[in-house]
């Protein structure tokens, strides 16, 4: 090949040997929505400057988004900040090229540089998750140059932070406006016994539970203001929530194993409520409640590896079955066909009948996982439920109607992350949103099974996600004693591989081929060597 300097990209230092190199790739972005679509376009050319044996090569990175087209200019370091940058936000992100081959000034080692920058690249471009990223996005100076103004980016909206204890649990409930917080003491995050300046409501809440182990706390939401109503300390932590919402009842379950509840009176505009009662008991942590309230029956499961039935009417355990040898974790109740759905610490899935008083066992579903399901999430539409594991393993499980409850199965298996806790359903664009133990949050594609996008939501383990389908909001809350809202894109700039395509190109003399593409050559074989 025969290389020729460009104008417009020379070095103010004076070369002695100058040569371009050009790769180019493309992606085609789609948008998941409607016609909208993203065409991206990258040629990369590189200025050699060679003086006293000292290397600089400048990338030049042609980029195309639709009808817009625009250069940016990268140096080696450059480069490698952005993977500083890529590895705090993309959990899958390529090795770095290696750091010693920008350090060497032969010539052969220019040319070894350029065809490791091009799979580095390569591998960007064949990642959803990198490419939505806003690290990838930045480098590129994509959004700046975004003529429809579309956001591609999770944004922190609005929240609560320097809690003096960590979020074990939540409960946003839209219609009454109001937000349940289950705090307890937590090693790395506990803020009781630090000092200095702290939010109004947070100061309160301290005096309020100082000597306790945990609290209950109730804030009001208005738009994106907090209020706290009032706060409640326990000298066990609560570790589980549910609310009632026919019954305005709210269900806590303890550590201590005991199942305490009280009524949130609406008529006082829920700054009120009734003392704490005590219905039923586990011999361990309470880790998932239920209420039907046509029945008035609670269900529990807890770490005792019971499933316990408790009539609220009397205080009567009806039932307290032992469910294989495993912990028991969480409990869904399907109300319409009076089933329950009940997960243990080694992947495996329960279906009970409770249509009478006295629970009966109908399958029992074994996932890919050997690990603790800490989180599930109902689809009704599809009749399927959700599951993660803490191994990593997101499972879909395809429910059989009633009466053909056997033929449940596993109908998808994405292996991810390790330390996933909980999960969430984008239902329109058929998304799992899954949050982890390093506070990451992670999103699915169900039907391709790879990860479109991820981002750092908090410092710390996500502890609970909620999804608002109609204000398009994922709440989450964190052991780091916040609780976040984030406003997510109705759509991502890449949304799965699946509808990216790749052109080939041909490398050929600059005079010749400057901004076509031809797809003749295979871009995967492309290699070239540098002249001086």
């Not at 020379?10 to 790739?25: H, I, M, P």
């Not at 959990?91 to 070894?112: E, W």
């Not at 990216?500 to 003399?509: A, D």
Request: proline fraction near 3%.
């Amino acid at each position: 090949f025969f290389f020729q300097a460009e104008d417009g990209i020379r070095d103010s230092v004076a070369s002695r040997g100058l040569g371009d190199v050009y790769k180019r790739q493309t992606r085609m972005l789609i948008m998941p929505k409607g016609d909208e679509v993203c065409n991206v376009t990258a040629a990369v050319s590189g200025k050699v400057s060679l003086r006293d044996k000292d290397v600089q090569i400048n990338y030049r990175i042609s980029v195309g988004l639709n009808e817009e087209h625009w250069n940016v200019f990268k140096t080696c370091q450059d480069f490698e900040s952005f993977h500083d940058k890529l590895v705090l936000s993309c959990l899958n992100a390529p090795k770095r090229p290696p750091k010693q081959l920008f350090s060497h000034s032969s010539i052969p080692s220019i040319s070894q540089r350029n065809k490791t920058l091009q799979g580095y690249i390569q591998s960007l471009l064949n990642k959803p998750q990198i490419i939505n990223s806003a690290a990838f996005r930045a480098f590129l100076d994509i959004d700046s140059h975004n003529k429809r103004k579309l956001h591609f980016s999770a944004t922190l909206f609005q929240g609560l932070s320097s809690l003096p204890f960590g979020i074990r649990d939540f409960i946003y409930l839209e219609k009454e406006g109001l937000l349940v917080l289950s705090l307890s003491k937590m090693k790395a995050a506990s803020k009781m016994e630090q000092k200095g300046d702290f939010p109004a409501h947070c100061e309160e809440i301290r005096r309020a539970v100082d000597g306790s182990a945990g609290a209950i706390a109730v804030f009001r939401v208005e738009k994106e203001k907090y209020t706290l109503l009032w706060v409640r300390g326990f000298p066990t932590f609560p570790s589980s929530l549910h609310w009632n919402s026919n019954l305005k009842i709210l269900a806590v379950g303890m550590l201590s194993g005991e199942i305490l509840m009280t009524i949130l009176a609406p008529e006082y505009n829920y700054i009120k409520y009734e003392d704490f009662y005590m219905i039923g008991t586990h011999s361990g942590r309470v880790m998932s409640i239920c209420i039907d309230n046509k029945k008035n029956i609670c269900y529990s499961v807890g770490k005792d590896k019971k499933f316990i039935i408790t009539d609220m009417n009397t205080n009567d355990i009806i039932s307290s079955l032992i469910v294989g040898i495993e912990e028991l974790n969480v409990i869904e109740l399907d109300r319409i066909n009076q089933r329950a759905y009940i997960f243990n610490a080694n992947g495996e899935m329960f279906i009970y009948s409770v249509r009478a008083r006295m629970p009966k066992i109908l399958v029992v579903v074994e996932t890919d996982s050997y690990g603790l399901i800490r989180g599930i999430v109902v689809n009704s539409v599809h009749s399927s439920i959700l599951a993660c594991a803490m191994d990593g393993v997101i499972s879909e499980i395809a429910i059989g109607a009633p009466t053909k409850e056997k033929i449940s199965k596993i109908t998808k298996t994405m292996s991810g992350v390790e330390g996933a806790r909980c999960i969430a359903f984008r239902e329109k664009v058929r998304e799992v949103i899954v949050g982890y133990a390093n506070g990451h949050v992670m999103f699915w594609n169900l039907e391709s099974c790879e990860v479109v996008c991820s981002f750092q939501a908090h410092t710390e383990a996500i502890t609970k996600l909620f999804w608002d389908e109609k204000k398009g909001i994922l709440y989450t809350s964190s052991k780091d004693c916040s609780f976040r809202a984030w406003l997510l894109p109705q759509t991502w700039l890449v949304y799965s591989s699946d509808q990216k395509h790749s052109m080939k190109i041909s490398v050929k003399e600059k005079e010749e081929h400057e901004g076509e593409f031809e797809k003749e050559d295979d871009l995967l074989g492309w290699a070239t060597s540098i002249s001086a």
